[in-house]
């Protein structure tokens, strides 16, 4: 079962980081429409700030996934409808940021199922997911 939980965390971060390429393509778009909102532009610098470690640790880990949802809601934030949205690519970014959430939420799911039930020192459930969990048991 750790191996099939490595296999899960290793999709799941395939997933985040396809969001993240999409991401930095969306920034890329928008500098060259001109000058990047304030919120553009913190996306920028998280998205700039989020390397993959070279070696996992469980606080590696845990910091990674608390990187992902903070970009997460910056991408909610810095997303911008443009006044030609059907003349110019903003749509196609909103439907690629949304089949990517839907991506990595089957892939979290997945991921924080197994994490439960094995219990590995390093593959550890989804802080957020294991919290929210909690409070709807309590």
């Known amino acids: 079962m750790l191996s099939t939980l490595q296999i899960k965390w290793s999709n799941l971060q395939k997933e985040y980081e396809a969001r993240n390429t999409v991401a930095r393509d969306y920034i890329t778009y928008r500098k060259s429409l001109g000058a990047l909102s ?14 993959v470690p070279k070696e996992w640790s469980k606080a590696s880990l845990v910091s990674y996934l608390q990187k992902q949802e903070q970009i997460s809601i910056a991408i909610d934030g810095a997303l911008e409808p443009s006044q030609a949205a059907n003349t110019d690519l903003t749509m196609n970014y909103f439907l690629q940021f949304s089949n990517a959430n839907d991506r990595i939420k089957a892939a979290e799911a997945e991921y924080q199922s197994l994490a439960e039930k094995v219990r590995s020192p390093l593959y550890v459930p989804l802080p957020e997911k294991a919290n929210s969990m909690q409070v709807k048991a309590d």
């Open 38 to 51: 304030p919120k553009a532009n913190t996306l920028a610098v998280m998205l700039d700030s989020a390397a």
